[in-house]
């Protein structure tokens, strides 16, 4: 069945990078995103990676794609206290277009 | 670029009442998916419309129900409201081609609503 898997919390120093980890099972999901949700606010997408490549890089974020193991990353370099959030991984299955989330990451960056 | 935008930003209701939450779909966009968020939790994708008719559906029973307008607006409707309805209801837009197979398009959410039954 379709499962994406996050760990729940990560805590960083301002001004460290900060990885954000994700597990699906779906080899056929030809995208997989990264989005960002504030505090009672929407979701906001940050980035997207094509199931065949391997890494997506945009300013400060980094995305990794181990389609083998099925594993997606997210770096974010130089972490600012304005990146304190929720972070989603989603997978989308090829000829199906809803987002399968996972739980998410609560990112909490430290002064 | 007119972002995707949700109304109202805030309801309460009790047990039993029904309840319909409005989104407007991003300029150019023809896509509209619903997704509920309960607290802690990842978005579940309740259903899409397209082209003003229902595209796919979640694990959802009858009483959620949708509409799409031609301008691609849609409307959320929840009948016979539970305490498990509480949540965050978010919409996102997307494009899809017209006569196209089912096309894996960036959703673009909007600012959600939140729906609190006591």
């Known amino acids: 069945g379709e499962d994406v898997e996050q760990s729940l919390f990560l805590s960083v120093r301002e001004g460290d990078s900060s990885v954000i980890n994700c597990t699906y099972t779906d080899s056929s999901s030809t995208y997989l995103y990264w989005y960002k949700q504030e505090p009672g606010a929407g979701l906001q997408l940050l980035t997207y990676?094509?199931?065949?490549?391997d890494m997506k890089q945009d300013q400060r974020l980094t995305v990794l794609l181990n389609k083998k193991d099925k594993h997606l990353s997210l770096r974010i370099a130089d972490t600012q206290t304005g990146d304190s959030a929720i972070y989603f991984c989603?997978?989308?299955?090829?000829?199906?277009?809803?987002?399968?989330f996972g739980k998410g990451t609560r990112l909490s960056v430290i002064a | 670029e007119t972002g995707v935008t949700q109304s109202p930003t805030h309801l309460i209701k009790t047990r039993g009442q029904q309840v319909t939450l409005r989104c407007s779909s991003q300029s150019g966009h023809n896509t509209v998916s619903w997704y509920q968020q309960a607290l802690g939790q990842g978005p579940q994708f309740i259903f899409q419309y397209y082209r003003e008719e229902e595209n796919g559906r979640g694990n959802f029973p009858p009483r959620f129900s949708g509409l799409q307008f031609p301008n691609y607006s849609s409307e959320l409707n929840v009948n016979a409201l539970e305490l498990d309805d509480s949540a965050l209801y978010l919409c996102?837009?997307?494009?899809?081609?017209?006569?196209?197979?089912?096309?894996?398009?960036?959703?673009?959410f909007g600012p959600g609503t939140r729906l609190t039954v006591l």
């Open positions: 996102a837009s997307s494009s899809r081609i017209s006569g196209g197979r089912p096309l894996t398009d960036t959703q673009y």
């Open positions: 989603a997978e989308v299955y090829s000829g199906n277009t809803p987002l399968v």
């Open positions: 990676i094509f199931s065949n490549m």
